[in-house]
């Protein structure tokens, strides 16, 4: 049986050996972790896949911003990471916490949604583009194509040159 809880029922001593599974021990040097520094995961938005009574996968969602260099806060919800599990992945479990989010989040989110990651994916199945992100930066190194956004709950994306970091 598969079901979606709450990321925050879920101990963290299981979560942190998926993220390292799914994306090294050296995750923690990527630009996504800097963006969100000092931040906690928005308990709303964070989920956890279960299948079987086996913790399967994980999608986390944090309060970050866009900042222009006049001083204009914008509020962003960063998606990500999305894990699986290497021995389960393809097999349609990030699609579905991906879904489940997004589900959510049109009910329940505070900002617009934004994300890193790969654009023919997460534009084909989720509406993810880089069209509103070309003049966006980050602290750290990124592919300016991978850095994504779009529209939720009413929120629209915020325009034009700005620094991404945690709110």
Not at 143 to 164: F, Q, S, V, W
Request: with cysteine.
């Amino acid at each position: 049986m598969v079901e979606f809880l709450p990321l925050s029922d879920i101990e963290p001593s299981a979560v942190e050996p998926l993220l390292d599974a799914a994306f090294g021990p050296d995750r923690f040097a990527r630009t996504a972790y800097r963006i969100r520094e000092g931040t906690a995961a928005i308990p709303a938005l964070s989920f956890a896949l279960v299948e079987d009574a086996a913790l399967v996968g994980t999608i986390q969602c944090w309060p970050v911003a866009h900042r222009t260099a006049d001083g204009t806060v914008s509020p962003l919800v960063m998606v990500g990471p999305v894990a699986v599990r290497p021995d389960v992945q393809r097999g349609g479990h990030g699609r579905a916490l991906m879904a489940h989010m997004l589900a959510a989040a049109e009910a329940r989110a505070d900002a617009a949604l934004m994300m890193i990651g790969d654009p023919e994916y997460y534009g084909r199945f989720f509406g993810f583009t880089a069209d509103a992100t070309g003049a966006w930066d980050l602290p750290g190194p990124f592919e300016k194509r991978r850095l994504l956004a779009r529209a939720a709950n009413g929120h629209a994306l915020p325009m034009g040159a700005g620094m991404i970091g945690p709110r």
